[in-house]
């Protein structure tokens, strides 16, 4: 059974910094890729940022470019979203997700792509 528990969300004044942490299992690493996604409130969800578990290629919603970060640590099977310089539009429900059927090769950023889902943990940036 595939599992993925997300933790690390909270609030944060705006230019602040949250990591945000997945825990996988159950899943067959290597073929997969892993994501983020966010939901604001009357919004429709959308992509933040993507990761192949095997060779590390990575994918950023432009809104995440230069601010966030994604990374995973094999040992551990957790896949990380460190956020930086935080702004109140970062405010949000993230979703941590993986996709098993691209054969972890290339990473995708559309929510179809993505077939295991995580509860979500909120985010919310102050002003």
């Known amino acids: 059974q595939v599992q993925l528990v997300e933790s690390g969300g909270g609030l944060v004044q705006a230019g602040g910094s949250l990591r945000l942490s997945c825990a996988a299992s159950?899943?067959?690493?290597?073929?997969?890729?892993m994501g983020w996604f966010r939901q604001a409130p009357g919004k429709e969800r959308e992509f933040v940022a993507a990761?192949?578990?095997?060779?590390?290629?990575?994918e950023y919603a432009d809104s995440a470019k230069g601010r966030f970060t994604i990374s995973r640590d094999n040992a551990k099977n957790t896949v990380y979203l460190k956020m930086d310089r935080l702004n109140p539009d970062d405010t949000a429900v993230y979703y941590c997700?993986?996709?098993?059927?691209?054969?972890?090769?290339?990473?995708?950023?559309?929510?179809?792509?993505?077939?295991?889902w995580g509860q979500g943990t909120q985010v919310t940036v102050s002003s």
């Open positions: 997700t993986a996709d098993t059927h691209g054969g972890g090769v290339v990473v995708l950023t559309a929510i179809a792509a993505y077939n295991y």
């Open positions: 159950g899943l067959t690493f290597t073929n997969a890729a």
């Open positions: 990761i192949t578990w095997a060779s590390g290629i990575t």
